[in-house]
């Protein structure tokens, strides 16, 4: 299976990448003379996001989240950009759906390669960026949906065990958001100094704007989930406590209750002489009264305190 893909339009060059492994990494080395260094960051573990400044291109580490619909977590992927005047290639384990599509897109339909494979490279950095965070609004979505449902559940029945695994789950997915989407906005301002003359970065302006609003609306909505879902941790947790406090004041009734019914009946059941009604003809039945009246005596003892 090929994993190396390559569109060439009026002197501009695309390479995708598919696979980050040794083998395709070392073939495209060879070709563009990139850096030992970048081609090893390029290979997993996943790096941090960064750009850096080689001697004929800029190297960018990027982060973008994906969602696994099966165990409904979010993890995250890398794609690394290599990017030149003339020439980009992009490195990533082919989960990005955004990316393929792009790279499709222009592979079938001349005029739209003819339109993003002009001025720069960056021009089609910036539209894969573009179509890369528009991805990211579903996701977000998506957990904002699962947030309401979680809500609604809360004070709809106690929390238990199901509730609490999903709020963790929730929790540990906009942490894993939050971790994949700091960087961005960082990396965007670098590119523009380091880059902004020799790529004519001033012609994409509009896409530089519309990436920073989205980095800017994207943080904030992470923020607004961080804040809902720490909400319900601790409306979860407070709700926890009543259930588990109603049932140790119950069992405290229980036992306050019992204990002194217990010793009377103790001390009727001592054989010694004078031990009284245990050799009258109802004595038992006395006894029984007098158990079931001392509990029911407590009982509305417990209620007019307001104990029950």
Same mark, same amino acid.
């Given at each position: 299976?090929?994993?190396i893909?390559?569109l060439?339009?009026?002197? @501009?060059?695309?390479?995708?990448?598919?696979?980050q492994?040794?083998?395709?990494?070392k073939?495209i080395?060879q070709?563009?003379?990139?850096?030992d260094?970048?081609?090893?960051?390029?290979?997993p573990?996943?790096?941090?996001?960064?750009?850096?400044?080689?001697?004929?291109y800029?190297? @960018?580490?990027?982060?973008?989240?994906?969602?696994?619909?099966?165990t409904?977590?979010?993890?995250?992927t890398e794609?690394?950009?290599?990017?030149?005047?003339n020439?980009l290639?992009?490195?990533?384990?082919?989960?990005?759906f955004?990316?393929?599509?792009?790279?499709?897109?222009?592979?079938?339909d001349?005029?739209?390669?003819?339109?993003?494979?002009?001025?720069?490279a960056?021009?089609?950095v910036?539209?894969?960026?573009?179509r890369?965070?528009?991805?990211?609004?579903?996701i977000?979505?998506?957990t904002?949906d699962?947030?309401?449902?979680?809500?609604?559940?809360?004070?709809?029945?106690?929390?238990?065990?199901?509730?609490?695994?999903?709020?963790?789950?929730?929790?540990?997915?906009?942490v894993?958001f939050?971790?994949?989407?700091?960087?961005?906005?960082?990396?965007?301002d670098?590119?523009?100094?380091?880059?902004?003359?020799?790529?004519?970065?001033?012609?994409?302006?509009s896409?530089?704007?519309?990436?920073r609003?989205f980095?800017?609306?994207?943080?904030?909505?992470?923020?607004?989930?961080?804040e809902?879902?720490d909400a319900?941790?601790?409306?979860s947790e407070?709700?926890?406590?009543?259930?588990?406090?109603?049932?140790?004041?119950t069992?405290?009734i229980i036992?306050?209750?019992?204990f002194?019914?217990?010793?009377?009946?103790?001390?009727?059941a001592?054989?010694?002489p004078?031990?009284p009604f245990v050799?009258?003809?109802?004595?038992?039945?006395?006894?029984?009264?007098?158990?079931i009246?001392?509990?029911?005596?407590?009982?509305?003892?417990?209620k007019?305190r307001?104990? @029950?």
């Amino acid at each position: 299976m090929k994993y190396i893909h390559e569109l060439v339009h009026n002197g @501009m060059v695309w390479v995708n990448v598919t696979r980050q492994q040794e083998t395709e990494l070392k073939e495209i080395q060879q070709r563009f003379g990139f850096e030992d260094e970048d081609i090893q960051e390029s290979l997993p573990p996943f790096q941090r996001p960064k750009i850096v400044k080689r001697s004929h291109y800029y190297f @960018m580490v990027l982060h973008f989240p994906i969602f696994d619909r099966e165990t409904r977590r979010l993890g995250f992927t890398e794609i690394d950009f290599f990017l030149s005047g003339n020439y980009l290639v992009t490195v990533h384990s082919n989960s990005l759906f955004s990316v393929e599509h792009f790279f499709n897109t222009c592979r079938k339909d001349e005029a739209v390669r003819a339109r993003y494979f002009s001025g720069t490279a960056a021009h089609m950095v910036f539209e894969l960026l573009t179509r890369l965070f528009d991805a990211i609004f579903p996701i977000l979505l998506h957990t904002n949906d699962d947030i309401y449902a979680v809500e609604r559940k809360l004070f709809n029945r106690l929390p238990g065990k199901a509730m609490a695994e999903e709020i963790l789950r929730l929790k540990t997915n906009t942490v894993t958001f939050r971790r994949t989407m700091q960087g961005h906005r960082t990396v965007m301002d670098r590119l523009v100094l380091y880059a902004g003359r020799e790529l004519d970065l001033s012609t994409y302006q509009s896409y530089l704007n519309s990436l920073r609003e989205f980095s800017v609306e994207i943080w904030h909505l992470l923020e607004s989930q961080r804040e809902s879902i720490d909400a319900l941790h601790e409306a979860s947790e407070s709700l926890l406590t009543l259930r588990t406090n109603a049932v140790m004041r119950t069992l405290t009734i229980i036992s306050v209750i019992t204990f002194p019914l217990t010793l009377l009946a103790t001390l009727f059941a001592i054989r010694a002489p004078g031990t009284p009604f245990v050799e009258m003809p109802y004595g038992f039945l006395i006894i029984l009264f007098l158990t079931i009246s001392g509990a029911l005596g407590m009982l509305a003892f417990f209620k007019r305190r307001g104990w @029950m």
